[in-house]
C-alpha cells in the first residue's frame, strides 16, 4: 500500500509539473498591459523598470525556475493587481478559513440528511405505498433538475423573508450561518440520498442477503451489517474529494450571502489580470482535485477488500 | 402428524401478484418429510420447488404469499406464522439452507470466519473466543485445509467448491435439523459435485439431519436421494422412493422426464423432449396439468383433476391412469430399460 502511494504521488507531481508549466506559459503571454492600472500614462521607460522588477523581462526558463523555486519554500508568490504587493499565502489564509468552516459544516450536514433520507427511502421500498421513496424521489429530481441558483435564491428568500433569518452573512451572528449552510449542502444531500437508496436496493436483493436471512438474521442487522456497509463502498470514493473540495469555497453561494471567502476569488483574479494570483489558485485547485481522487482510492481499498492497489496496479 | 414425520405440508396454496394479477405457484400441495431421510424435489424450472421450500422458512418474496394449508413443523402451523420474531425460532436453528451459487451466496466484503460467526454466536449462545473457535471448527468440519488461516479470509479468496463448504459450514453452525439443499451442485464442475455431495451426506450421517434436495439433475438425486418427489406446474404429480420413481414410474410427467435422459437415447436419434411449454400459472390449471402436452392424455385430463392414487404404501401419483375404469396406456417401452441402462446415476 505504501508504495502504491508513494508511486501514485510521484505521479501527481508529474502531472502538477506539467500543469503549472503550460498554465505559466501561457499567462506569460497576456499582455502587458494587465501589470499597469494606468498604463497609457505611463513613459516607455517606466514600464520597462517595473516589468524588470517583476521579472518578467527574463527569458521564460528562467521565470520558470525561479516559480518553482519559489513554490518549493512554499512560497506562493506576491499579488499585482488584487492586493498589489500582498504575499498570495497572506491573502488565502485569510479566506481559507470561512470557507472550510462552511464547506466542512455542511459536508457534515449532507451526509447525515442524505444518508438519512437514502436509509429510509431504500426501507420504504419494502412498505406497501413505498411513501418515504415517492417523497424522497420528489426532493431529489426537483433538487436535480432545477438550477442551483435557482433553489439558492429561493432559500435565501424564503428565509430571509419568512423566518425573519439575516439574509446576508454577518460573522457576529451565528443564525446568519443557517441559510448558506443549507444552501451548500442540499445538492449534496440529494446526491448522497440517490446513490445510497440505490445501492441498498441493489445490495438487500442480492443472494447474500437471502443467506443472511436464511440463518435467521433479524432484518434490523442485515440492514446494519450488510446492506448498508455494502451499499457504502461506492459512497465511501468520494468523500475525500468532497471534503478537499471545501477549500475552493462555492462562488455562487458566497457571493449570494456575501461571505468574504475563496469562491468568488479565482473570477476576480482572472477579471482583473492579477496573474500570479491566478497561477497560485489554479496550482491550489488541481492539488485538491488530484488529492481527491488519491484519497479516494486509499479509501475504496480500505473499505473493500477486493480491491488491492498493491498488485493489480498495473491495469488500473 | 405421525411420529416419524419432521415436516408436513398440507393443501398448500402459495399465490404471487405481480402487477395486479395473481400466480398460483403452488396449487394444493401436500408433502410428509421423514426425520433423517434425504427428500429430492425435483421438476423443471418455474415448478415451484424453490417456493415451496423457501416458504417452509419464511422467506418468500414480498409479493408471495401463503393462500391456505397448513406446514407443520413441531405442532406448530408455520402457515400462521404472521411476525418476523416468530419466523427467527425456525431460520436456521431448525431450517437451515444451502443455496446454489456460492460466488454470490457469500457476503464480498465480511470474512468468512465473521460470516460463520455470526450464526455461531445466533445459534450456539456463544460468545468471543468461544465462538471463533467453534466457527474455526466449522471451517474444519467441512473439510477446509488450514482452518485458522482460512478464518480471516475474504470470499474471493476461495474457489466455487471451497465457498459451497463455507455455506455449508454456515448452515451446519446453525444446528439446523433440516437442511434444505437448493440446487447445491449446479453451480459447481463435475469433479467438485460430487465431492459436496459426499459432504452434505456425511454431515448428515454424523448430525442426524433431514436433508431436502432442489434439483433438476437426476443424477444428483439418484445420488443423495431416498424418495423423489416430482413437481410439475405447483404441483407434487408423483412421490415415492428412489427406486420405485425411477424404475416403476406411473404418471405420464416422470415418464417424460425419464426419457429425456441422456442414458435412453438411441444413438443418432435426437434425444427426447418434452413437446410444448408449461401451463401459465396466471390461469386456473383444469384437469390434469400436463394433459396438454401429453399425446395419450385422457379425456378426463383435461376436465377434473385426479387425485392421488396409491401404487404402494410408500409411492403415489396424482393420474387418472391408476383409476381402475381408466384404459390400460403402457409408458414409454424404453422407460423400462432404466435398469438395464445403469440407472440413473453417475457414480
Redesign the interface.
Known amino acids: 500500500m505504501a508504495k502504491y502511494i508513494l508511486k501514485r504521488v510521484l505521479r501527481a507531481s508529474v502531472t502538477l509539473f506539467i500543469i503549472i508549466t503550460i498554465l505559466f506559459s501561457l499567462l506569460r503571454l497576456m499582455p502587458i498591459e494587465g501589470y499597469f492600472d494606468n498604463f497609457d500614462k505611463v513613459s516607455s521607460t517606466e514600464i520597462q523598470v517595473k516589468l524588470n522588477s517583476l521579472g518578467l523581462n527574463d527569458p521564460l526558463p528562467k521565470q520558470l525556475g525561479r516559480f518553482y523555486n519559489q513554490l518549493l519554500h512554499g512560497d506562493l508568490g506576491t499579488s499585482n493587481i488584487y492586493r498589489r504587493g500582498v504575499s498570495i499565502n497572506t491573502i488565502i489564509a485569510e479566506k481559507i478559513p470561512i470557507s472550510v468552516k462552511f464547506g466542512l459544516i455542511s459536508f457534515a450536514l449532507s451526509l447525515v440528511m442524505g444518508l438519512a433520507l437514502g436509509i429510509w427511502m431504500a426501507y420504504s421500498t419494502r412498505t406497501r405505498f413505498k411513501i418515504g421513496d415517492r417523497l424522497g424521489t420528489v426532493l431529489i429530481v426537483v433538487v436535480q433538475a432545477v438550477p442551483a441558483a435557482v433553489y439558492h435564491i429561493v432559500i435565501q428568500f424564503v428565509g430571509s423573508q419568512y423566518a425573519g433569518i439575516p439574509m446576508l452573512f454577518d460573522e457576529a451572528r451565528p443564525i446568519s450561518y443557517l441559510l448558506p449552510i443549507l444552501s451548500l449542502s442540499i445538492g449534496n444531500t440529494a446526491y448522497y440520498a440517490m446513490w445510497l437508496r440505490r445501492y441498498m436496493v441493489d445490495e438487500a436483493n442480492k443472494d447474500y442477503v437471502l443467506l443472511a436471512r436464511a440463518k435467521g438474521v433479524p432484518s434490523g442487522a442485515i440492514s446494519r451489517r450488510h446492506v448498508f456497509r455494502n451499499a457504502m463502498v461506492p459512497l465511501v470514493q468520494y468523500i475525500p474529494g468532497s471534503i478537499l473540495s471545501t477549500l475552493m469555497g462555492s462562488l455562487y453561494v458566497e457571493s449570494l450571502y456575501s461571505i468574504p471567502g475563496m469562491g468568488g476569488l479565482l473570477v476576480t483574479a482572472i477579471k482583473r489580470q492579477d496573474n500570479t494570483l491566478v497561477q497560485a489558485l489554479v496550482l491550489i485547485y488541481a492539488v485538491v482535485s488530484i488529492l481527491g481522487l488519491l484519497f479516494g482510492d486509499i479509501m475504496m481499498a480500505i473499505v473493500d477488500p477486493r480491491i488491492s492497489l498493491a498488485k493489480k496496479e498495473g491495469s488500473r | 402428524m405421525q411420529d416419524n414425520v419432521i415436516l408436513s405440508f398440507e393443501d398448500l396454496d402459495i399465490r404471487f401478484t405481480l402487477r395486479g394479477q395473481v400466480l398460483n405457484a403452488i396449487r394444493g400441495i401436500s408433502l410428509d418429510v421423514y426425520r433423517g431421510e434425504s427428500l429430492a424435489i425435483v421438476g423443471e424450472s418455474g415448478s415451484g420447488k424453490s417456493v415451496l421450500t423457501k416458504s417452509a422458512?419464511g422467506?418468500l418474496d414480498?409479493n408471495g404469499s401463503i393462500a391456505g394449508g397448513h406446514i407443520w413443523y413441531d405442532d406448530k402451523d408455520l402457515a400462521a406464522f404472521k411476525t418476523?420474531k416468530e419466523w427467527?425460532t425456525i431460520?436456521?436453528?431448525e431450517i437451515?439452507?444451502v443455496?446454489q451459487?456460492p460466488m454470490?451466496?457469500?457476503?464480498?466484503?465480511?470474512t468468512v470466519g465473521a460470516q460463520i460467526l455470526?450464526?455461531v454466536q445466533?445459534?450456539q449462545g456463544l460468545r468471543g473466543p468461544e465462538a471463533k473457535a467453534a466457527a474455526v471448527q466449522a471451517l474444519a468440519d467441512v473439510g477446509i485445509p488450514d482452518p485458522q488461516a482460512r478464518y480471516k479470509q475474504?470470499p474471493?479468496e476461495f474457489s466455487g467448491g471451497m465457498r459451497q463448504r463455507v455455506?455449508i459450514a454456515?448452515?451446519m453452525a446453525?444446528r439446523p435439523k433440516i437442511l434444505i439443499c437448493d440446487e447445491p451442485t449446479t453451480a459447481l464442475d463435475v469433479t467438485i459435485q460430487a465431492q459436496i455431495l459426499d459432504l452434505i451426506r456425511t454431515l448428515q450421517k454424523k448430525l442426524d439431519l433431514t436433508t431436502i434436495y432442489i434439483t433438476h439433475d437426476l443424477g444428483v438425486v439418484a445420488n443423495v436421494a431416498d424418495r423423489i418427489a416430482v413437481m410439475y406446474a405447483g404441483d407434487i404429480v408423483e412421490v415415492g422412493s428412489c427406486d420405485e420413481v425411477f424404475y416403476d414410474p406411473r404418471h405420464p410427467y416422470t415418464w417424460a422426464l425419464l426419457s429425456s435422459l441422456p442414458q435412453l437415447g438411441v444413438k443418432g436419434e435426437d434425444l427426447y423432449s418434452i413437446q410444448g411449454t408449461p401451463p401459465n400459472l396466471f390461469y386456473e390449471v383444469k384437469g390434469d396439468a400436463f394433459a396438454p402436452r401429453n399425446p395419450k392424455a385422457l379425456k378426463i385430463d383435461f376436465v377434473k383433476r385426479p387425485p392421488y392414487f396409491d401404487v404402494s404404501p410408500t409411492h403415489k401419483a396424482r393420474t387418472w391412469l391408476l383409476d381402475p375404469r381408466a384404459p390400460k396406456v403402457e409408458p414409454p417401452e424404453h422407460v423400462y430399460k432404466l435398469r438395464e441402462r445403469g440407472g440413473v446415476g453417475y457414480v
Open positions: 422458512m422467506l414480498a418476523e427467527l431460520r436456521g436453528r437451515a439452507m443455496m451459487d454470490t451466496s457469500l457476503n464480498p466484503l465480511k455470526e450464526a445466533l445459534h475474504y474471493h455455506v454456515i448452515a446453525c
